[in-house]
């Protein structure tokens, strides 16, 4: 295979998931993935010496599993790993898929356009290491940042987001200012709320990265508090359009208008609240709809008590805001900090 997806692996099998001998893994990939998940399993064999199990999903459904034996003697297994091999296409708008989505309320449509939200389950804590590796088409423009990734290096990326979300973390942030050409939003970073990336530790102390954008760090949003305006791209029903944003009181009033706007914010009154914000170097992500479980510093113990600041919804957009913002925040003391100047950082 091509060295890319070879570098790929090797990423996947030391720096993702760190595996080490007696591991298990279990791979599950669509059936257009499956040499790429066979290439891993090759890989993995003389780190884990156990036999590593491939699960090819058709049509959403298991269609056969493949075994990849180590060299007797092999090692009995001690842990359990998975990883998920999530095939990314860009979707193409058909002329039928509005009808599709709205009138029949197609769920399986509004999952591969992206726009289902992350499930909302107080008590999901998954007890072993586990990665979502997104795979693309070839001449996909979405293999570079990937390709950068893998050619800096997944453990020092790893490592400065680490120390970056620390450091936010540290600083009790109560609100935010981000500033553009054409943006000035500002907004309330959601009481004790935690800023999130792919880096995980396990009960055990076990550390792992659970997918290719772990250096993007996320924060939940109090549901309404946003007020401004902001200019970006965002992916509506296979369709990308610049749009223009305007918030009031927390809810989106004014949008670019296009029949794929105007028909998904119709599904839900909280489609029109931020959820949550994302970002690293030079990529500011606005998220409306549901916010993130995770970043929640108390879990509560029923949906019904989730806090008001939470903005809760079965839907998501995705905003990727104009490149080279500010961003200016306040802490709990009033003292200001600037963390992002350019589109990048402040170390």
Same mark, same amino acid.
């Given at each position: 295979?091509?060295?890319?997806?070879?570098?790929?692996?090797?990423?996947?099998?030391?720096? @993702?998931?760190?595996?080490?001998?007696?591991?298990?893994?279990?791979?599950?990939?669509?059936?257009?993935?499956?040499?790429?998940?066979?290439?891993?399993?090759? +890989?993995?064999?003389? *780190? +884990?010496?156990?036999?590593?199990?491939?699960?090819?999903?058709?049509?959403?459904? %298991?269609?056969?599993?493949?075994?990849?034996?180590?060299?007797?003697?092999?090692?009995?297994?001690?842990?359990?790993?998975?990883?998920?091999?999530? !095939? $990314?296409?860009?979707?193409?708008?058909?002329?039928?898929?509005?009808?599709?989505?709205?009138?029949?309320?197609?769920?399986?449509?509004?999952?591969?356009?992206?726009?289902?939200?992350? %499930?909302?389950?107080?008590?999901?804590?998954?007890?072993? &290491?586990?990665?979502?590796?997104?795979?693309?088409?070839?001449?996909?423009?979405?293999?570079?940042?990937?390709?950068?990734?893998?050619?800096?290096?997944?453990?020092?990326?790893?490592?400065?987001?680490?120390?970056?979300?620390?450091?936010?973390?540290?600083?009790?942030?109560?609100?935010? +200012?981000?500033?553009? %050409?054409?943006?000035?939003?500002?907004?309330?970073?959601? &009481?004790?709320?935690?800023? *999130?990336?792919?880096?995980?530790?396990?009960?055990?102390?076990? $550390?792992?990265?659970?997918?290719?954008?772990?250096?993007?760090?996320?924060?939940?949003?109090?549901?309404?508090?946003?007020?401004? !305006?902001? !200019?970006?791209?965002?992916? *509506?029903?296979?369709?990308?359009?610049?749009?223009?944003?305007?918030?009031?009181?927390?809810?989106?009033?004014?949008?670019?208008?296009?029949?794929?706007?105007?028909?998904?914010?119709? @599904?839900?009154?909280?489609?029109?609240?931020?959820?949550?914000?994302? @970002?690293?170097?030079?990529?500011?992500?606005?998220?409306?709809?549901?916010?993130? *479980?995770?970043?929640?510093?108390?879990?509560? &113990?029923?949906?019904?008590?989730?806090?008001?600041?939470?903005?809760?919804?079965?839907?998501?957009?995705?905003?990727?805001?104009?490149?080279?913002?500010?961003?200016?925040?306040?802490?709990?003391?009033?003292?200001? !900090?600037?963390?992002?100047?350019?589109?990048?950082?402040?170390?």
């Amino acid at each position: 295979m091509e060295k890319k997806y070879i570098d790929y692996a090797n990423a996947i099998v030391k720096d @993702f998931l760190d595996l080490r001998t007696g591991d298990a893994l279990s791979i599950n990939t669509d059936e257009c993935d499956l040499e790429f998940a066979r290439l891993i399993a090759q +890989t993995a064999l003389p *780190v +884990t010496d156990v036999t590593v199990k491939v699960l090819v999903i058709e049509n959403g459904k %298991p269609s056969q599993v493949l075994e990849f034996d180590p060299t007797p003697p092999a090692h009995l297994p001690k842990a359990a790993v998975m990883l998920r091999l999530s !095939h $990314e296409r860009t979707v193409t708008q058909e002329g039928h898929m509005l009808d599709i989505v709205v009138e029949q309320n197609d769920m399986g449509a509004l999952q591969k356009l992206g726009h289902l939200a992350d %499930p909302l389950v107080l008590d999901r804590r998954i007890a072993v &290491p586990w990665c979502v590796a997104s795979v693309f088409d070839e001449g996909d423009d979405a293999w570079n940042p990937l390709l950068s990734t893998l050619d800096v290096g997944v453990s020092s990326l790893s490592l400065a987001s680490r120390y970056r979300r620390a450091r936010l973390e540290a600083m009790n942030l109560a609100d935010m +200012t981000i500033c553009g %050409p054409n943006t000035e939003l500002s907004l309330a970073v959601a &009481p004790s709320s935690r800023f *999130v990336d792919g880096n995980q530790v396990l009960s055990s102390g076990r $550390e792992f990265i659970s997918g290719v954008d772990f250096d993007r760090l996320s924060f939940n949003v109090d549901r309404s508090s946003a007020s401004g !305006h902001v !200019h970006g791209t965002v992916t *509506v029903l296979g369709k990308i359009q610049d749009v223009d944003l305007v918030f009031e009181d927390g809810r989106l009033v004014d949008w670019t208008h296009t029949p794929q706007m105007d028909r998904i914010l119709d @599904f839900d009154e909280n489609l029109k609240r931020i959820g949550y914000v994302s @970002f690293r170097d030079n990529e500011v992500i606005l998220n409306l709809g549901g916010a993130l *479980v995770e970043a929640l510093n108390i879990l509560p &113990p029923t949906e019904e008590m989730l806090p008001d600041f939470f903005n809760t919804s079965l839907y998501r957009i995705s905003c990727t805001l104009e490149k080279g913002l500010d961003v200016l925040c306040r802490d709990s003391n009033g003292i200001p !900090h600037e963390i992002m100047k350019s589109g990048l950082f402040v170390e």
